[in-house]
Structures are given as structure tokens and as C-alpha cells.
């Protein structure tokens, strides 16, 4: 899917300096933790698991999370639980804004805990809390998820990448404690396209990319996504929204007729706002990735 080769862009990178410094310390923090939630964007799944958590968790469990569930369809839902079941993993979908799945959640992480203290148990040891680690990329829920978990907001949430900075830990109960840790994302993105999607949802600072080419690339992709798995998206989401047929425009073409027909030809604007109302949902519930060799 080349939704940059129409664009001249420069590469997109965020990587700022606290993430640096995160990454540091939560290799070190690692060390203390029994299991691993892995908290990823839905709509990019795949895009946003980071290529060296398998390396850096090694063999500690790891509950694998899929946040922002209330933006995909169900049939979207289902065929990526079914490609997952196909690799091995159970994922769990939450929205952890509103709490769903959050409690499915919390169940796996103490089964896995009943038997790190079976272990402990065997070697003569007392049990003791059962220690989870929060990790992902910036905004996908991290905070939330935790609020969710203790039933309380300890930690601080918001709709933009970057919030948490320092890694903390918060007792949910007497049986769990938990390592916030701010969202970390590769050094370098050397896939442009993963990079495009992340901007598009909001994953990476906006400091990092050109919203008209990015607002451009979304209505590529939605175009592309149509044509290949149209029952996994709604129908014709922008036209619906904006009443004006996507199907005989390049993405940049599109944005310049919709700032013609809506927005008195400010096309920053109506790129602003296109990515704004995606993000929000108004558009629908829109996943931007399928899973690897997908067919209809």
C-alpha cells in the first residue's frame, strides 16, 4: 500500500528526549516486572507494537491489548482476533475511555500472577504482588487503561502523545502493582508509510509531519481500503461526511475540492479538519490496517 509515493515529503521522525530517556529506564525497570501489558492502537495494530518489546520482555507473559475498539466495525474486530488466534496470541479490545473489556483485562493479568506465585511458591519463596508493566507507543490509551484498572484517575490522560513522562508505580490492589511508563516508539521509523498512519491517528507528535500531505494520504488509504475490504469499513465515509465522492480524486486533489466546496478553499483548514473529524470518529469506526496476506 504506497501511500507516499505521490507525496514529496520529508521523512517523518519524532523521537523526543524524555522518550529516549524513558526507553532507558523501563529497560532497567524490566528487570523487577513479572508481566507485560502491551497496549496497542486497534485501528494500527500492527503499526504500533514496537520491534523490540519481544526482545526486551523475552519470556515474561504478556497481555496483549488493543485500545480504541469502539473505532472499528465488529467484522473489523473479528478478523483481527481471528489472525491473531492464527499467530498464537489472544488479544484483548478495550475502550478504555469508557472501561470496555478493561475487567478481561485485569483477570488475565492475575491469572498470570497465580502462577508466577505458584513458582515462588515451589522455590520455598512468600507470594507478593504481581508486577505489570503498561507499554506502547504515545497515545494509545496507557493512562487510561490504568485508570480503568484502579477504578480511580491516578494518572494523567489526554488525547495527545507525550503526557506521560516519568515512570511510576501504582498499587491496584493487593494482588497487582503497576509500572506506568510514557509511550515509547522506535528511534527511527524506517517504514514512511507505518509512520503516515501513525500521524494519522494522532499517534506522534504533530511536530513531526505535514498535515495536508498526511490528510492527503488518509483519503488515499480510505479510497484503497474500500476497494479491498469494504464490508470492514463503513460505507463511503466521505462522501457521507462531506458530501462530495472521493472515487475521481487523488487524495490532494480531494483536499482541494473540499476546501472549494466547504471550507472557501482553505485547504489547511479542511486537512486540519479531515484528520480532526477521522480521530473523533466521525467519519466512522475505520481501521487503517489489515492483517498480513488478508483476502475477502
Not at 145 to 158: F, M, T
Not at 161 to 186: F, H, K, M, Y
Not at 225 to 250: I, M, S
Request: hydrophobic share 40%.
Amino acid at each position: 500500500m504506497a501511500l507516499t509515493q505521490n507525496y514529496k515529503l520529508n521523512l517523518i521522525q519524532w523521537y523526543p528526549g524524555h522518550i529516549a530517556k524513558a526507553e532507558k529506564a523501563l529497560k532497567e525497570h524490566l528487570k523487577l516486572v513479572d508481566v507485560v501489558l502491551e497496549v496497542r492502537d486497534a485501528r494500527i495494530p500492527l503499526v504500533t507494537h514496537h520491534p523490540q518489546i519481544n526482545e526486551w520482555i523475552g519470556s515474561k507473559p504478556r497481555v496483549l491489548v488493543m485500545n480504541r475498539v469502539d473505532m472499528l466495525l465488529p467484522q473489523a474486530r473479528q478478523t483481527w482476533i481471528e489472525w491473531f488466534q492464527q499467530q498464537g496470541e489472544v488479544p484483548y479490545f478495550t475502550n478504555a475511555q469508557q472501561g470496555k473489556g478493561v475487567a478481561a483485562v485485569s483477570k488475565a493479568v492475575q491469572v498470570a500472577g497465580v502462577a508466577i506465585n505458584e513458582r515462588r511458591k515451589n522455590r520455598g519463596m512468600l507470594p507478593r504482588p504481581v508486577r505489570a508493566v503498561v507499554i506502547g507507543f504515545p497515545n494509545v490509551g496507557k493512562s487510561a487503561l490504568i485508570n480503568r484498572l484502579l477504578g480511580r484517575r491516578v494518572v494523567e490522560s489526554a488525547a495527545r502523545p507525550g503526557v506521560t513522562r516519568q515512570l511510576r508505580w501504582v498499587r491496584i490492589s493487593d494482588q497487582i502493582e503497576l509500572l506506568d511508563a510514557p509511550g515509547v516508539i522506535p528511534s527511527r521509523l524506517e517504514n514512511q508509510e507505518n509512520g503516515v498512519k501513525l500521524a494519522i491517528c494522532d499517534d506522534i507528535g504533530d511536530a513531526s509531519y505535514d498535515t495536508q500531505m498526511v490528510s492527503a494520504a488518509l483519503v488515499d488509504l480510505l479510497k484503497e481500503l474500500e476497494a479491498t475490504a469494504p464490508h470492514l469499513l463503513p460505507k463511503q465515509p466521505l462522501l457521507a461526511r462531506y458530501t462530495l465522492d472521493p472515487t475521481p480524486f487523488t487524495g490532494e486533489a480531494y483536499l482541494q475540492a473540499l476546501a472549494e466546496h466547504k471550507y472557501k478553499g482553505d485547504v489547511e483548514r479542511t486537512s486540519r479538519q479531515l484528520l480532526t473529524d477521522f480521530r473523533k470518529g466521525l467519519l466512522g469506526e475505520i481501521l487503517l490496517e489489515l492483517p498480513p496476506g488478508y483476502e475477502i
